[in-house]
């Protein structure tokens, strides 16, 4: 079983779309949870944290489950530039961000 | 701030062949660290680094060697190149640790023939 897991996609919406990511993880003693962006052919780029009370940032919702191991990414009104992989990444009690296989989305016109 | 530099950007090499990828950072980050990217694979990690003299091994190592004599520059070698080690090579620093956001280096596209 994979330390981080997410369902790869593609996840194919149309613009104005509210669309939800899930990811879970193994360890149970992990400690910060993040998800980052990723555009094609790019480099990864920190999208936000993930508090334990959950967090936003404008169109953005981050979710933590810790009962459950999972996080969730919630982007509402999505926009073409939304288009992209997103990564979910664990930081754990052995010292390692393990990342997931990243979950691609395509907003449509 | 340049951020994080990565060169060069692709490089094709034959088999047996030995390669050093540069990285460097210019914003005083302790903690720096080598990834690479496979297709249906999260990344990596390769080595990393706590601070300048200062190198340990993550995750897949086995192939490449770290050094870290200044802050600033992280160089990743590659000892005698294999296909298998095909991949996007990223490099990232953060001020102090794993825990933190991470910067990422715009990649290295390595295709070992």
């Known amino acids: 079983r994979k330390e981080v897991e997410q369902d790869p996609g593609p996840f194919n919406v149309p613009e104005g779309a509210t669309v939800a990511f899930n990811c879970t993880y193994s360890n149970s003693a992990s400690q910060s949870f993040f998800w980052y962006r990723q555009d094609c052919r790019k480099e990864p780029k920190l999208l936000m944290s993930v508090y334990s009370s959950g967090n936003e940032d404008g169109r953005f919702t981050a979710q933590l489950n810790r009962a459950s191991q999972y996080i969730s990414l919630l982007i509402r009104d999505s926009k073409l530039s939304d288009s992209a992989t997103y990564l979910c990444?664990?930081?754990?009690?052995?010292?390692?961000?393990?990342f997931g296989q990243g979950t691609t989305l395509q907003v449509k016109p | 701030n340049a951020g994080v530099t990565q060169t060069p950007k692709f490089q094709v090499l034959k088999t047996g062949q030995s390669m050093t990828l540069q990285c460097a950072q210019d914003m005083n980050h302790e903690y720096m660290s080598w990834y690479r990217q496979d297709p249906g694979m999260g990344l990596r990690l390769i080595h990393y680094?706590?601070?300048?003299?200062?190198?340990d091994q993550g995750e897949v190592p086995n192939g490449y060697n770290v050094s870290r004599s200044t802050t600033e520059d992280f160089p990743l070698r590659l000892l005698s190149a294999a296909p298998s080690q095909t991949s996007v090579y990223f490099c990232?620093?953060?001020?102090?640790?794993?825990?933190?956001?991470?910067?990422f280096g715009p990649g290295t596209r390595l295709t070992v023939t």
């Open positions: 990444v664990v930081y754990s009690n052995t010292g390692k961000l393990i």
């Open positions: 680094s706590v601070g300048a003299g200062i190198t």
């Open positions: 990232a620093s953060s001020y102090t640790g794993p825990a933190y956001e991470q910067y």
